[in-house]
């Protein structure tokens, strides 16, 4: 499965979300849009919460070093 990067989700995400709120999409394409939404949306929810695991672990990383400068 190839990886879609945070910023192309999100933006096709915007996208499909203007299509529906501009009522653009027709009705046998809604589906299969919102399946896809949803993907895009579990994407970018995976890449933000590995994003935040890698910065805590960053942190404390930097804590651990600086307590033991002490």
């Known amino acids: ?14 996208e499909i979300i203007a299509k529906i709120e501009d009522e653009e999409i027709d009705v046998d394409e809604l589906s299969a849009s919102v399946k896809e939404a949803v993907m895009l949306i579990k994407t970018c929810k995976e890449r933000i919460q590995k994003a935040e695991m890698e910065v805590k672990n960053v942190v404390e990383g930097f804590d651990e070093e600086d307590a033991q400068e002490q």
């Open 1 to 14: 499965m190839v990886q879609i990067k945070y910023h192309k989700a999100i933006k096709k995400l915007d």
